[in-house]
């Protein structure tokens, strides 16, 4: 083999380290890029759920709070809520949680509901009601995979 077929063969093989390297640079780019903002949404915990993930509320029942709490687990959207009707606490909580297609607890009370926001953002909106101190609240969160 002589010089010149010596140095165009290894231009060649340069060429090809080079187009390889900027190749899987470029991939590795663009996995960081869809990988990061998904990642963000699994460990940001003071993330809440906004209000309008909640699904209509019955006739009659109205929204008197929103408020966000936090606590060591991360953090909920919290929606008092009162009824026209005049009805105790534990009736409104349990056609709320009814309105919003909650199943019953094992106390009879209504349970809590998650479902998944999207492929993308693969935290799950949970979704309960509750009485304490004489209000009823629904709450919102967010379960992480992470």
Avoid: F, K, N
Avoid at 5 to 14: D, K, M, V
Avoid at 24 to 48: F, H, I, K, Y
Avoid at 100 to 117: F, K, N, Q, V, W
């Amino acid at each position: 083999m002589d010089r010149r077929s010596t140095a165009r063969a290894l231009a060649g093989s340069r060429m090809r380290r080079t187009t390889i390297a900027v190749l899987s640079a470029c991939a590795v780019g663009l996995a960081a890029a869809v990988a990061a903002p998904v990642l963000w949404l699994q460990v940001d915990e003071m993330a809440v759920p906004p209000a309008a993930e909640l699904a209509p509320l019955p006739a009659g029942v109205t929204v008197v709070a929103d408020e966000v709490q936090c606590a060591s687990g991360g953090c909920w959207r919290e929606l008092t809520v009162d009824g026209s009707e005049g009805g105790s606490e534990a009736e409104l909580a349990a056609g709320v949680g009814a309105a919003l297609g909650l199943p019953t607890g094992i106390d009879g009370e209504p349970g809590e509901s998650c479902h998944a926001r999207s492929w993308l953002d693969l935290r799950r909106v949970c979704t309960g009601v509750g009485v304490r101190r004489g209000d009823v609240y629904v709450y919102l969160q967010y379960e992480r995979l992470l």
